[in-house]
């Protein structure tokens, strides 16, 4: 049986702290990025705090700025960095009202066809905003590091486009979207932040994050608050101590495809998401001893009509998958675990708790768990042609009431019964 105690405690954490880096999200916008005063003084030439409104190459790093780095004031803008830095002073600014404050690079009021490229924007306390309405603008080749807060916001805007850039040491979250449509994340780097690497908050939609590396961080990717129609593809995240991918809050039809996730403390969490997709991931050694997390390779929690197909779970401290009612209000319902293969080093390869409701349990292989090969807890869920082999316990442990299929075949489990409810030829 799955350790619930482990995973609940690591849950609540999660929950209490995405929920406090929201609220910092929520200051930071409030007071900072409300619009430019225009009688401000600018300096002559490119300097700390120059409105810019035409394109421009920096000739030589902006050190110590008091303040802002650059800001951008009309469409069709490309700051080329060119390799040089803007750099801030490090110092937590108190932002006046109605002023952006302590950002690298802002487009507060929202410019069109936006470029931002070659070089590395530091310790400001945001590194790049972009404001509600944008379209087109790109960041390109940028290193983003030692931000106090966050690397990049991007609020309410359409086909932005983040690519080769770099997010480090970042004092909360490196890449936060918000209201986003048709955004394309690839290629990116994010290390040793101290929130999730990657926030998808207040409905992203049709957006593709991609091919981006995520390690040691707190957290990986979080895509929740309806976010719809959106892939998550080819994406690494390793040696993470929370969870390396998080869906829910009523996300829906997202896509979860060929992501390796290795030596996070949980591995994908689908906390009430609908119609979603989880298909040819990688998830290995979930739980490392130095992290408290449960150590699971994927959880549907309320999840609905969920469909987790030819993925791989193994080596985790906790079960490879769980379909359960923990936090979400209401059961997981019509999900389908289908051609996984699962194991587990010292629970149940896969687990469905007793409030699941029309699950079902196809052609997956669940092998050498340290406790049952699959453990099925909830009456009407279906069990069809599944292998489980060289568990610690039963091969296949179903309660009265779940549906046989046929099919499923058990054999060198650690309990002579092979399998319990249901039939199990023990043919190899």
């Known amino acids: 049986m799955p350790s619930f105690s482990r995973v609940l405690s690591l849950k609540d954490r999660r929950t209490f702290a995405l929920r406090s880096r929201v609220a910092v ?55 080329n960095l060119n390799g040089h830095s803007i750099d801030g002073d490090a110092v937590d600014a108190e932002c006046p009202q109605a002023e952006p404050c302590d950002i690298g690079v802002a487009n507060p009021d929202g410019h069109d066809g936006i470029r931002i490229t070659g070089g590395t924007i530091r310790e400001f306390g945001l590194g790049v905003f972009v404001g509600a309405g944008a379209e087109r603008n790109r960041v390109h080749n940028v290193s983003l590091t030692a931000n106090t807060y966050f690397g990049a916001i991007f609020d309410g805007t359409t086909d932005s486009v983040i690519t080769h850039s770099s997010f480090t040491d970042t004092g909360i979250s490196g890449l936060l979207l918000f209201d986003a449509t048709r955004a394309r994340i690839s290629h990116n780097a994010f290390s040793d932040l101290h929130g999730y690497a990657i926030v998808l908050r207040n409905g992203v939609f049709d957006s593709q994050i991609s091919h981006n590396a995520i390690n040691s961080s707190d957290h990986g990717i979080v895509l929740d608050d309806g976010g719809a129609r959106n892939r998550i593809d080819h994406n690494t995240v390793s040696n993470s101590n929370g969870s390396a991918i998080d869906t829910g809050g009523g996300a829906r039809e997202n896509r979860f495809e060929h992501n390796r996730l290795i030596d996070n403390g949980d591995g994908l969490v689908s906390a009430g998401a609908l119609d979603t997709v989880f298909r040819h991931n990688i998830v290995t050694g979930s739980g490392a001893p130095e992290t408290e997390a449960g150590g699971f390779g994927i959880i549907l929690d309320g999840a609905v009509r969920n469909t987790v197909e030819k993925n791989v779970f193994t080596g985790g401290r906790g079960p490879a998958m769980l379909v359960v009612q923990w936090e979400s209000p209401t059961p997981p319902t019509d999900n389908a675990l289908l051609r996984n293969t699962a194991n587990s080093k010292f629970d149940d390869g896969i687990f469905v708790d007793a409030p699941a409701i029309g699950t079902r349990v196809e052609r997956n292989v669940a092998y050498r768990s340290g406790g049952d090969g699959i453990d099925i807890d909830a009456a009407g869920t279906t069990v069809q042609r599944n292998l489980a082999f060289g568990n610690a316990e039963l091969g296949i442990e179903a309660v009265a009431g779940v549906i046989d299929a046929g099919g499923n075949r ?6 002579r019964a092979q399998c319990l409810n249901v039939v199990c030829s023990r043919s190899r």
Do not use: H
């Open 410 to 415: 058990a054999f060198g489990n650690g309990d």
């Open 25 to 79: 999200v929520v200051v930071v916008l409030g007071a900072a990025f409300a619009g430019a005063d225009p009688a401000t003084a600018k300096p002559p030439g490119l300097g700390c705090g120059e409105t810019i409104t035409a394109s421009k190459t920096l000739q030589a790093d902006l050190t110590n700025c008091p303040n802002q780095g650059i800001v951008i004031g009309a469409d069709n803008v490309t700051l």
